[in-house]
């Protein structure tokens, strides 16, 4: 009997390929995960009278989401987050290209969650479930749109909670993450290894392009982000002035289209030359003079550690980046074809884009966005090179074309008192501000 039940047994088992054990072992963990998130949640909800336990999802596939990290640990320090509040954070690093570093960082300033399957089971758990909210780590968007401002009888009121948000940014003068003292020496022998002298200034440049989010999901059809691309070459001419201001220029990037056109040696190619590491990313980032890119999640790290930015070739004017301690930012322009004339600001503020239904609002207004120039790109970064070593003069039409730009948006816009938009280029495009 009991050798015709395991004949039987070895038989059924026959049927089944590596594969469909494998897929069969999934479903019971996440059986299991569901099992013990049920119970959490349970847990969660009954600790509420005492201490209110919440959550929140990092996903550090993309680098810039760790920003939302960054405004819960600057609105702690100024007390928001303070009282009978108990948060835990889990981080999404199923994409194998997750910056390590980065994430080992992170780790040392939050609570995590240890099992990150585990807690996302919970947290969507959670969501199934009323007055889940109370169990979330409230954070939303630094950048306030249109809707959140409140309209009472023809006034327009603040929503304090974008007030209060980049208020904390902008109070906490020291970076959320930093460096143990042997990764700070780790980096200053891996500085020379990228042929930068100690004590010697460099600055980070970047363009977006299209082949991270391919590489990293080829399953996904990425192209409504192609509006936000630049090509890198339009970059060189700005990092080879720098370097005649005797300093290095380095090119970031972990995925990228191309190599640079360059024989400047201090020009360097970090992204292409196989130096490029998960480490030296983030310390690149942190220890530059300033940064220059374009619209790209690679400008998180250095915004962060509160380095300069000068962002440019930027398209969507309200999502400007108005948390940077000291910032410049210069615009792509959207040429209308069947008008011949390029959209004011007031214009193009209106536009919708960032949607994956970006480049069928592109088509149907027949709408081409023009990249900035390497001569614009180049005259950006001296300006910042030259307001960090205090040589730039502002003149009165400086100032008035600054407060031209930012009346046009909309009532008690917040930002930072340091980020501006490039004064050559305003002096050249005062048409685009009627």
Known sequence: MRFALNSSLIKYLNHFSLRDVFALCIKLKGMIYLIVAIHLVIIIRLLKPFVTIRIYEIDFSRIGRAEYANWYLSEKKQGIHNGKYLDFFYFNTSSRYSNKQYIKMWRRELKVFPFEKLASAVGRLNRKIPGYHVHEIPIYKILPELDDYQIIDGIVLKNHKFEKRLQAVLNSKHPNIKFTSSEEEHG????????????????????????????????HNWNYHNFRDSSIQNY???????????????????????????????????????????????????????????????????????????????????????????????????????EDRYMTFPETMNLELGGEDTNEILTKLNLELIENTPEEISDVTIEMDERLNGSWVTTEEDKKLQDRFWALFPPFKLKSPDLLIGANFLRKNKYLLS
């Open 236 to 338: 060189v001419l700005a990092a080879e002035e720098m370097a005649q201001r005797d300093c290095y220029a380095i090119r970031l990037g972990s995925i990228v289209k191309e190599r640079i056109k360059s024989s400047n040696q201090k020009v360097i190619d970090y992204a292409c030359d196989g130096m490029r590491t998960d480490f030296l990313d983030i310390f690149l980032s942190s220890k530059c003079r300033f940064t220059l890119c374009s619209d790209s999640g690679i400008s998180s790290p250095s915004e962060i550690f509160k380095r300069p930015m000068v962002y440019v070739n930027w398209t969507i004017l309200k999502n400007i980046s108005i948390y940077v301690s000291k910032g410049l930012c210069i615009f792509k322009k959207f040429y209308l074809k069947d």
């Open 188 to 219: 200053v022998r891996e500085l020379k290894k990228l042929g930068i002298p100690s004590g010697s200034s460099f600055i980070c440049f970047h363009s977006r392009d299209s082949a991270y989010l391919r590489t990293i999901d080829k399953g």
